[in-house]
T-cell receptor, first 115, second 114 residues
């Protein structure tokens, strides 16, 4: 079955370190998204991509970057981790758009703690 | 800016009750609407998707409807069970286009008591 896998599922790091969260999907979806989920804020969009070599900033992109070198992967990098980036991070993907169903699928999440 | 409100924020019901969760968008121009379930510490699981040409979807004890004129959606859960306890989120894909970015509500936390 097609799926989205995130790794690591849990990570503890120190302030100032670079961290990369991996996201791999086997749906062959062009659209991929990174969200963070925090109490009181719900899901907030960090970055998204509509295809290879395409990346776009979401509403909370400061301190984060992504790259899309193939269809399957969209790694999220925290250049210099800050305590404010302690959160649960979710990767998601969807069909190319309204031509297909447009349904959104999520990974299991990566819990990041920055000390 | 499009915003999504889910009411109630939390709900506790005895087993067997039928219940309705509500979701509303400030801008009613919604193309797709999706309902998700999230268990503690887990990802979001898609429950139902209402596409642009549809008004409702059903899966087992779940029924979701979308009133496009008002931008309101309801998720109906029949004969609730303790296993239904979770957070339920709605998400809408706005018509404004060229974008495939869903907008999420903050969820309804449901607890079904045995």
């Amino acid at each position: 079955d097609a799926e989205i896998t995130q790794s690591p599922r849990h990570k503890i790091t120190e302030t100032g370190r670079q961290v990369t969260l991996a996201c791999h999907q086997t749906w062959n979806h062009n659209n991929m998204f990174w969200y963070r989920q925090d109490l009181g804020h719900g899901l907030r969009l960090i970055h998204y991509s509509y295809g290879v070599q395409d990346t776009n900033k979401g509403e909370v992109s400061d301190g984060y970057s992504v790259s899309r070198s193939n269809t399957e992967d969209l790694p999220l990098t925290l250049e210099s981790a800050a305590s404010s980036q302690t959160s649960v991070y979710f990767c998601a993907s969807s069909d190319p758009g309204p031509v297909d169903t447009g349904e959104l699928f999520f990974g299991e999440g990566s819990r990041l703690t920055v000390l | 800016k499009q915003e999504v409100t889910q009411i109630p924020a939390a709900l506790s019901v005895p087993e067997g009750e039928n219940l309705v969760l509500n979701c509303s968008f400030t801008d009613s121009a919604i193309y797709n609407l999706q309902w998700f379930r999230q268990d503690p510490g887990k990802g979001l699981t898609s429950l139902l998707l209402i596409q642009s040409s549809q008004r409702e979807q059903t899966s087992g004890r779940l029924n979701a409807s979308l009133d496009k004129s008002s931008g309101r959606s309801t998720l109906y859960i029949a004969a609730s069970q303790p296993g239904d306890s979770a957070t339920y989120l709605c998400a809408g894909l706005p018509f404004t286009s060229g974008t495939y970015k869903y907008i999420f509500g903050t969820g309804t936390r449901l607890k079904v008591l045995a």
